[in-house]
C-alpha cells in the first residue's frame, strides 16, 4: 500500500489544523490581553513616569542598542561604562511581570534612558517625556531579524518566505511601523533614520543632542563618538547581547549580536522571492503612510 491519506485521514487532519489554528488565536489573544493588563501595572504602580524620561522606540533589530548607547554616552559625556547595557538602560517589556521591576526602575537616576518595541497605542509616552524613534531599511531589517532568530533560538531556520510570513519579530516590525509613523513628527518624538546613523554618526549624535536638551563637552565628542563607533560595540559584544544557549553548528561562524552596521546590506541577501514577498507586504504601507523609497 502506498503512504496516501484516505479521504476520512485527510478530513480529520484538516479539522485537527483547523482546531489548532482556532486555539492558537484564542490563546494568542489571551495572552496578549493579560500583557496589556501587565503593562498596564508597569506603568501605573511601577514606573511611575517621570519628566526627562527618554524612550527608545523601535522595532526589533532597527538601531533600538545602537542608540541607548549613544544616549546613554551623551548623558554621561562619554564616560559611561556598564557590565551590560539593560544595568543603565533597561528593556520595559522584560520587566513587565518581575516582581523586582518596581526597584530597578526607582534606582535609575534620571533621566532614565528606557527600551521598548511597544506599538504607540501600548506606550503613549508621557508629554514631558522624549522619545527617539529609530527606522531601519526593511530588507536590512529583515536580515537582521533573521540573523537574531539564529542567534536566539540555537537553529539556523532558512532564509525564506515562509520565515517572512512565519516570524513574529516579522509581522510585528510592520505592525510597529504602522504604529509610530503618524507620530514621527510629534512634539515629544525624534525621528531618527538608522541610515543617518551610518552616514554621519556624530551630525546624528549632535541632533540626538539638541533633542534631548544635553550640553555636549567637546573635549569629551571624541571619547562619545569611539564608545557609539561600530567597532568598539562589536570589540565589547557581550554587554549588549541578552541571549546565551546552544546554536546550530551546521555551518561555520556564529552570528554575534553586533552584526554588520551595515546599510544596503539586506538587498544583497534577500532571494528575488523574499524580495518580492517583502515589497508585496510593504507596498500598502507605503502608500497609507506616504513612505519614500528611502524611508524604509
Not at 482556532?22 to 493579560?34: D, E, Q
Not at 533600538?64 to 562619554?78: A, K, P, S
Not at 528593556?91 to 534620571?110: H, K, M, Q, T
Request: hydrophobic fraction near 40%.
Amino acid at each position: 500500500m502506498s503512504g496516501r491519506l484516505s479521504l476520512k485521514q485527510r478530513a480529520t487532519h484538516a479539522a485537527i489544523r483547523a482546531g489548532l489554528t482556532i486555539l492558537s488565536v484564542i490563546v494568542g489573544l489571551s495572552v496578549g490581553a493579560a500583557q496589556f493588563l501587565q503593562w498596564l501595572r508597569l506603568r501605573h504602580l511601577r514606573l511611575k513616569p517621570r519628566p526627562g524620561d527618554i524612550y527608545v522606540a523601535t522595532a526589533a533589530k532597527s538601531g533600538t542598542t545602537w542608540m541607548q548607547q549613544i544616549v546613554y554616552q551623551l548623558v554621561t559625556g562619554g564616560r559611561g561604562e556598564f557590565e551590560h547595557i539593560y544595568q543603565v538602560s533597561p528593556f520595559l517589556e522584560e520587566l513587565i511581570s518581575a516582581p523586582w521591576a518596581e526597584r530597578v526602575l526607582d534606582a535609575l537616576p534620571s533621566p532614565r534612558i528606557l527600551k521598548t518595541h511597544m506599538d504607540w497605542p501600548h506606550l503613549k509616552a508621557p508629554p514631558d517625556s522624549r522619545v527617539i524613534y529609530v527606522t531601519r531599511n526593511a530588507a536590512d531589517a529583515l536580515v537582521s531579524i533573521h540573523n537574531h532568530r539564529v542567534l536566539n533560538e540555537g537553529y539556523r531556520f532558512d532564509f525564506d518566505t515562509s520565515f517572512f510570513h512565519g516570524d513574529k519579530l516579522v509581522r510585528h516590525w510592520f505592525r510597529h511601523l504602522e504604529s509610530w509613523w503618524p507620530h514621527r513628527n510629534d512634539a515629544n518624538v525624534l525621528h531618527v533614520r538608522y541610515e543617518d546613523l551610518v552616514a554621519d554618526l556624530e551630525g546624528s549624535i549632535r541632533r540626538v543632542a539638541r533633542f534631548l536638551g544635553i550640553p555636549i563637552e567637546e573635549e569629551r565628542m571624541g571619547d562619545i563618538l569611539e564608545k557609539c563607533g561600530f567597532a568598539y560595540m562589536k570589540r565589547h559584544d557581550a554587554r549588549f547581547d541578552t541571549r546565551i544557549g546552544f546554536f546550530d553548528a551546521r555551518e561555520a561562524g556564529k552570528p554575534t549580536f553586533i552584526r554588520k552596521g551595515a546599510v544596503g546590506d539586506g538587498r544583497t541577501e534577500l532571494s528575488p522571492e523574499l524580495q518580492a514577498a517583502l515589497d508585496s507586504r510593504l507596498a500598502p504601507l507605503r502608500e497609507k503612510l506616504g513612505l519614500g523609497p528611502s524611508d524604509v
